[in-house]
């Protein structure tokens, strides 16, 4: 098969014909379907939480013209813009030099320090976490410091080291903001990416 469109049609199709996507509706079940797809593993549906809002915060912040803080270039460059529905800005700061200084300071990682530079833009943002484990932490202890918050965060940090940990911290603070993480140690920036896109425009 060498027609684009019709691998994408029958992929989603066979997609939503093996997981189990009830638990889902709406932009929130495209948004599982489209992370499946970034990863070809069906079961990811059983490993996704997401608050009941999520998905109507994340649009609304998206169609508001919200940046989009990431952590790593990766996950930047995997979120595709003709679908932003913006023109939304997609920032990501950690090779500003800054970052490494901060990180010498607050004795953490570059990762993790760069989110000291999404402050002053984070109020009503969407933050996308797909790689850094230390920068979704470093994220929720600023948010419990008073920091502004960010409309929602996709946290699907991937490894084996303080990734599901931090996805279950954050899951716990919903109270802080609307969010989507993926239990386990799987994530990435390919499935952050995709959540953005699924996100960003209903066409698949």
């Not at 098969?1 to 989603?12: A, L, N, T």
């Not at 066979?14 to 079961?43: K, N, P, Q, T």
């Not at 800054?98 to 010498?104: E, I, V």
């Not at 990762?111 to 484990?133: I, Q």
Request: aromatic share 4%; hydrophobic share 45%; with cysteine.
């Amino acid at each position: 098969m060498r027609d684009g469109r019709e691998i994408y049609r029958r992929s989603f199709a066979l997609i939503r014909a093996e997981a189990r996507l009830d638990r889902f509706s709406g932009a929130l079940e495209r948004c599982v379907v489209r992370m499946i797809h970034a990863c070809g593993m069906v079961d990811l549906a059983d490993d996704v939480e997401a608050s009941p809002h999520f998905a109507e915060a994340a649009v609304a912040a998206l169609e508001g013209g919200a940046p989009i803080f990431c952590d790593t270039q990766m996950v930047a460059s995997g979120i595709t813009r003709r679908r932003l529905p913006a023109d939304n800005d997609v920032v990501c700061t950690l090779s500003d030099p800054r970052s490494a200084h901060l990180a010498r300071e607050l004795g953490t990682t570059r990762t993790a320090a760069s989110v000291e530079l999404w402050k002053d833009r984070l109020d009503g943002a969407l933050v996308v976490v797909g790689n850094a484990p230390t920068a979704l932490f470093h994220l929720l202890a600023r948010l419990e410091q008073g920091w502004p918050r960010p409309a929602a965060v996709i946290g699907v940090p991937v490894g084996f080291i303080g990734a599901a940990e931090s996805k279950r911290a954050l899951a716990a603070r919903h109270h802080l903001c609307e969010y989507l993480v993926v239990h386990g140690r799987r994530g990435g920036s390919a499935i952050a990416a995709a959540a953005v896109n699924a996100l960003a425009s209903p066409e698949e």
